[in-house]
């Protein structure tokens, strides 16, 4: 909460803020929808949004104080679910079709962060470490390379300064390599296409720590889902 200063809260802010006071745990899911997420995958990650919606409404606390957004990104970026706490989220049916614009997802995703945090401020919200989700089965392509750098880099500073935890889950042929370029943290390849579970412990996560205090570490199940 050491960032920046405060601007005033519009209207609809103040309402959002008034109706709900608790402190918000922002989570933002950045999924591949490029070609070839075409199939099985896409139908399976959509499966995993769904369940990721269910398993969260089983917690009350956590179901108004985890807030979830939705970027994709294919041969375009494009916010699909601005945020919104999850006893308000409908997940979305995704299709899959594009290149892969990783690098300018990942600004859009940060961007998208930035500005949340900064209505939260404005309204006097307490707030949790932001988390991102990014999902690939693949790399960066279709963009200029400066964009992908300049991606990594602002995870690394705000990782490095507590304003975000950036995770990434590869997918069947994605390149993980690739991905501990761009990341700080571990890349996670999924085991085959368990969306289900990857998200039932994403949402077993958030509310474990939407549970904890604003500055408390919480330690995460392990990722059964997957594999380092």
């Known amino acids: 909460m050491s960032e920046q200063t405060a601007l005033a809260p519009n209207l609809a802010d103040a309402v959002e803020f008034a109706e709900n006071p608790e402190p918000r745990c922002p989570c933002v899911l950045l999924v ?16 995993g949004l769904r369940a990721f919606k269910n398993d969260l409404m089983k917690d009350t606390l956590a179901s108004r104080r985890v807030e979830v957004a939705i970027v994709t990104f294919s041969s375009d970026v494009q916010i699909v679910q ?9 997940p979305p049916t995704l299709h899959a079709e594009g290149a892969t614009l990783m690098g300018s997802a990942i600004h859009q995703a940060l961007d998208l962060l930035a500005a949340r945090k900064a209505q939260y401020r404005a309204s006097g919200v307490a707030y949790y470490r932001p988390w ?23 995870i690394r500073d705000d990782e490095q300064n507590k304003r975000v935890a950036f995770f990434a889950v590869g997918i069947e042929e994605a390149n993980l390599e690739r991905l501990r370029q761009l990341t700080v943290r571990t890349p996670v390849r999924l085991i085959g296409l368990n969306f289900v579970e990857m998200f039932v412990w994403l949402s077993r996560s958030t509310q474990a720590v939407s549970h904890s205090r604003v500055d408390e570490q919480v330690a995460l199940p392990p ?4 594999t380092v």
């Open 32 to 47: 591949d929808t490029s070609g070839s997420m075409q199939g099985a995958a896409i139908a399976a990650l959509n499966d």
């Open 82 to 90: 601005d945020f919104v706490t999850a006893d308000q989220f409908e």
């Open 132 to 154: 991102v989700f990014l999902i690939t089965d693949g790399e960066p392509q279709g963009e200029p390379e400066d964009v992908i750098l300049q991606a990594s880099q602002r």
């Open 223 to 226: 990722p059964g889902w997957g």
